[in-house]
């Protein structure tokens, strides 16, 4: 069975905060949600199915939070992925309602990791309960930031790829993000402005790193019925994908990421091909990140992202491939240090025509929303999902 | 930059390890090796990561590796240089590059096994540039 056609996304929500010192976690997600809600033209009482993070939902799964915001449900489903949870949940929805398990789903995220002064990306990190690897990596002081830093590495040794070039994915994000009053970062930077940046871990520099923001974001996955019998304009999922990638009994290589099996899988689906593409949500944690994806994606060949990315080339408008154009995690916003949710958000504005004008892409009636979860370092969840205007 | 000591947070043993965690105490490394499809594996593991046989059993490596990639973090009080080694027997392991310059780190170099006490466990597998 195909989730082809068999959702639509009818809702959306992206919190306004970057900084949420005067509310609880719980009430973070209670907002989204009433967002994407009132953005659908529903009410809570519609929803009967509900998709979380395990890891920003506390308690026991979902359990909690279902408690919390007063649901009543036919289908749920809290599976962590990290940041590309949503991208997956998504797809869970739309399974769910393809099956017709639930009819109306819902999924929130919310944080507040910069209210809490967590360290993201330099802080070593600690296990409260051990993992099967947990022995084997945390002694070396794993981070998140010198992670993904060896995967550039690598990608430079390998491939030839450049400080330079991975400096013009922050740059294409910076030129968006100025357009967006909510970014947490709005000044226009050039290549030279994140090559002189400090170093944090080398070969990645402080502005090759996504921000840390509080706040959250809900989506509102329906039947196809339902969301025709809203005033919004119909946003279809069309294909879908999804894979782990791990360190594979320590034959390691840490210059591609899952997206070669779920970016394939959701292009199948969808019957379309990466130069259908109109528009691209891709998960920008790290400059790197969004290199290596675009190429495991297809947007280019293996070893090419570096230059595929340079000269403008992610700018709305000038390049070919307009990416993140809210100014992604780079610039905008990656709250609760999980930017696969406005991911889906900023694809479904561009697919509406409700991005910001200067940086909405003419005639997008095709968009992709792309992201991995965890670490590229180590191991990730990567999820892709394919989105069509009716 | 010249290395320097940090403290290693423990590594925490279990009914699985202990035995790759004991021989650590004797200055050994060990590896996964398969008896059934003959695959080395890194980190071990009791049921084989690549066939699922259960015929596996600790080996221990030589010690030498190269460089697979690294990196040097420069944001934390001491500086320390992460890395991925590829050991002479096949399988690529994380660690640290220690005891050296940590400025002159390359992919490809040639290291060696060195063990560093962790605070308050069994001591670490570690690498020096040879």
New interface residues.
Partial sequence: MSIKGKANIVGIFEHPTRKADDKSLFQLHAECAAGALADAGLTKNDIDGYFCAAGDTPGLGALSMVDYLGLKLRHWDSTDTGGSSYLLQVEHAAEAIASGKCSIALITLAGRPRTEGVAT??A?R?AAV?S????????????T???Y??????HM?QYGTTSEQLAWVKVAASHHAQYNPHAMLRDVVTVEDVVNS???????HRLDCCVISDGGGAIIVARPEVAKSLKRPLVKIIGAGEAPKHQ?????D?TYSGAVWSGPAAFAEAGVKPADIKYASIYDSFTITVVMQIEDLGFCEKGQGGRFVSDGNLISGTGKLPFNTDGGGLCNNHPSNRGGLTKVVEAVRQLRGEAHPRVQVPNCDLALAHGTGGSLG?RHGSATVIMERE | MQSQE?T???????LE?KAF?DAAAQGKLM??KCNACG?????P?VR???CFSDRTELQQASGSGTI?????????PIP?A???VTLAE???????IVDCDLDRIR??QAVRLVFKP?DGGPP?P?FTPV
């Fill in positions: 990306g330099t070593p600690t051990q099967a690897e947990t022995a084997f990596e945390n002694p070396y002081a794993p981070a930031a010198n992670m830093a060896m995967c550039a590495m690598r040794y400090p170093m944090i871990a080398d070969p990645l594979m009994g320590g034959a390691i840490l180590t | 940090r290693i947070q423990a590594p925490v043993p279990n390890t965690w590896i996964g695959k080395l594996h890194y980190y593991r084989c990561p690549f697979y990639t690294y990196s040097v973090m420069r944001r934390t320390y992460i890395a991925y096949g399988p690529t392991m994380m660690t640290n992919i490809g962790s670490v570690m």
